[in-house]
């Protein structure tokens, strides 16, 4: 697609309950990240895939975080039992490759942001 | 490990007053370095960026040059308008292979008619 694209833009669930969250990169790009953005607070790295090779898990914040990436295009945030502290804009954004390398920048969508009762 | 540090917010000024936003980065080596902008309502979009240093990033009226003597890369512009309201945030590369963003706490800009 032409835009990186997040859904829903908006969730309300109850303490405790699991959430999914969906983000659609831009054609092509092999490089897949999401963020968190807490009120108030800059963003959190979570998650990062590249192609085929295993995630970087290195910022989830509890076994409670999962996400996945399949056929290399589509990815789920998936948060299990949530809490209120994980009220927030989860943020994903997509590369062309790793941002370290080349002139590889991040394309992010508008978010979705989840309220946790 | 790397990481940015910006002027803490907001910053509130009058239309077609001068911007500055300061952005120190702490970093192995001389990574890209990055200014990201959230308009109300909207993700993150790229500013501007300068790959090495000495270089200027420059994008609609705002400019960042990358400078190693003080490991800054300060955000400026001439004349802001009430539609550079938005918040900004400075990034470099980081994580445990270079290979993700690491974004400072990101700036509030206001600007008043």
């Known amino acids: 697609g032409a835009g990186v694209s997040q859904s829903p833009s908006n969730k309300v669930t109850e303490k405790g309950k699991d959430v999914e969250l969906r983000c659609d990169p831009i054609?092509?790009?092999?490089?897949l990240y999401w963020y968190r953005q807490s009120l108030g607070q800059g963003l959190e790295f979570l998650i990062y895939f590249q192609g085929n090779s295993a995630p970087d898990k290195s910022g989830l914040p509890s076994d409670r975080f999962s996400a996945e990436r399949t056929g290399g295009s589509v990815s789920t945030l998936t948060i299990q039992r949530t809490q209120q502290e994980d009220s927030a804009v989860y943020l994903c954004a997509s590369s062309l490759g790793p941002v370290g390398f080349g002139a590889n920048v991040l394309t992010f969508g508008a978010g979705s942001r989840l309220t946790v009762l | 490990g790397d990481s940015v540090t910006q002027m803490e917010g907001p910053v509130t000024l009058s239309e077609e007053a001068f911007l500055t936003i300061n952005c120190t980065y702490t970093?192995?080596?001389?990574?890209?370095l990055f200014w990201y902008v959230q308009y109300p309502g909207e993700g993150l979009q790229l500013l501007l960026k300068?790959?090495?240093?000495?270089d200027k990033g420059s994008n609609k009226g705002f400019e960042a040059t990358y400078r190693k003597e003080t490991t800054s890369f300060h955000l400026e512009k001439g004349s802001v308008q009430v539609s550079d309201s938005a918040v900004y945030f400075c990034?470099?590369?980081?994580?445990?292979?270079?290979?993700?963003?690491?974004f400072g706490g990101g700036t509030r800009l206001m600007v008043k008619p």
């Open positions: 970093a192995t080596g001389y990574p890209s």
């Open positions: 990034a470099l590369p980081g994580g445990n292979a270079g290979n993700m963003l690491t």
């Open positions: 300068a790959t090495k240093a000495d």
């Open positions: 054609s092509g790009h092999t490089a």
